[in-house]
């Protein structure tokens, strides 16, 4: 059974640009998340959705990122003006159903360096 | 913030040695989840604990869990080059809540 792809593996920025990034979820599993861990920290929690819904997006900076699930399997995610700040990797993960007690399955990330 | 300050370490051992690593959290969680993240990958979950659990075993893996204290370790016994990691608890806030990760100890095995 293939895992969770991200695409792509590293990117670098000039501040004000913008970036895109895809997660392909394991098939079947319902919720995708989204997770932002700056180096040396933990994953933090950006947005997560079931089928297609968000179900919690109040961490996500709304004025520069976005998050779509359009026909709830593939997940992109959009910075449009990145910030030094923004520097991180970003995580998705998936589980069957979201339920608390279920395993998440991580994808490798995406690398963000912003200049 | 959710944690407590017991999950800001980093540990240095040698292959064959034991280990624990503790967290502490400040929310109620339904359970708490260890996950393992090696260099340039995501995190891959080790073990999960209920809070009606005190001990979960899996392996070399142990992990115990006190509600009472908001507590949770996670021990390593016969540790191996390859355990080098970070290791990450994760609670859920009490349930119906996306999973939240403490700030990891970093484990170093020498061979």
């Known amino acids: 059974e293939a895992g969770v792809t991200q695409s792509p593996r590293y990117a670098v920025l000039q501040e004000g640009q913008a970036v895109s990034f895809w997660c392909d979820p394991i098939?079947?599993?319902?919720?995708l998340y989204w997770y932002q861990q700056p180096r040396d920290q933990g994953p933090q929690l950006l947005v997560y959705f079931r089928d297609e819904a968000v179900i919690d997006n109040s961490q996500l900076p709304s004025d520069r990122f976005s998050a779509v699930r359009p026909k709830g399997t593939n997940s992109t995610l959009k910075i449009q003006s990145a910030k030094q700040g923004d520097t991180a990797t970003y995580l998705c993960?998936?589980?069957?159903?979201?339920?608390?007690?279920?395993?998440?399955?991580f994808g490798s990330g995406t690398r963000l360096t912003v200049l | 913030s959710q944690w407590g300050e017991e999950n800001l370490q980093a540990l240095s051992i040698q292959e064959g040695e034991d280990v624990t690593m503790n967290c502490s959290y400040k929310?109620?969680?339904?359970?708490v989840q260890w996950y393992r993240q090696k260099s340039g990958k995501g995190p891959a979950q080790l073990i999960l604990?209920?809070?009606?659990?005190r001990e979960k075993r899996s392996g070399r893996l142990r992990a115990t869990l006190d509600t009472s204290s908001q507590s949770s370790s996670l021990s390593i016994t016969g540790t191996l080059a390859t355990d080098t990691a970070v290791y990450f608890c994760a609670t859920d806030g009490g349930g119906g809540r996306a999973l939240i990760f403490g700030t990891g100890t970093t484990v170093s095995v020498s061979p």
């Open positions: 098939s079947g599993h319902d919720t």
């Open positions: 929310t109620y969680t339904t359970v």
């Open positions: 604990i209920r809070s009606n659990e």
């Open positions: 993960a998936s589980s069957p159903t979201g339920v608390s007690a279920e395993t998440l399955y």
